[in-house]
């Protein structure tokens, strides 16, 4: 029975440390979204989906992301539908309890500099927004969980949109600020979130409901922003294929009166 427990003990070191050294590459598809936190470190795990795009190259989507934060050292890797991983390393800052920045210094060999937005929520990528220097070349970085009610159900009700674009946010007495990505998503339940994506490298969230839907449009009740009270709607016109033809928002954030518009 102690042999049997030894070889036990050592089985379990044996397959922690290999997935912890495995390429990105070979990590099935299939995975739950794991979360460690040891000694400091915590690695995060997450599906969903993304657009990378490299200097002039077509843009790739992204189909898988993984971080680990140690210290106040960062890694980053994205997985592209074409199955080549991209990994990035840095420094981060923390922001709050679920967002931290990464400031990249290299990509492998290759030279990287760039800032990226990391949130994560229960254990979850929920955003990785960024854009720097790879190698000389300008690369953009947009990435979100795939939403875990959009299957629930058998029905087709969700809604799941990224998309870069331009576009401009005003708050009263704050300077306006372009927005450079929006992401919307809608559960089952008619449960909505938009996500502004600002050039600065912020995001700008807003919380609601769903209140009407036809074929080329969706109409987003706000009930708040983050930690923030806020009330108002976003009106967003969509093309083919679900992209986003045309995004009209207002309303206010903690008294103060909101603008946005993108497209």
Known sequence: MKLQSKTSKYSSIFIGLTLLFSPLGVIS??????VLAQNNQINLL???????????RKA????????TLKGNRANLAIILDNNQTIRFDGTFTRQNSQQVRINLTNSGNADARGDILL????????LLNGKGRLDGQNFNLLFRENNSNSNSGGNNNSLNIQQTGEGLL???SRQTQNITFVTITVDNRQKARISLGLKNGNVMNFEGKQTQKDA???RIQVNNSGMASATGFFN???????????IIGQGTIDGQTFLANFR
């Open 29 to 34: 598809p299939h995975f739950q979204n794991p």
């Open 46 to 56: 997450s599906q969903g989906k993304g657009i990378f795009t490299l200097g002039n």
């Open 119 to 126: 949130e994560y929520r229960n254990n979850n990528i929920t």
């Open 216 to 218: 080329y449009s969706i």
């Open 60 to 67: 790739q989507n992204v189909n898988s992301a993984s971080v």
């Open 236 to 246: 967003i016109e969509l093309g083919s294929r679900n992209s986003i033809n045309n």
């Open 170 to 172: 005003n708050i009263q």
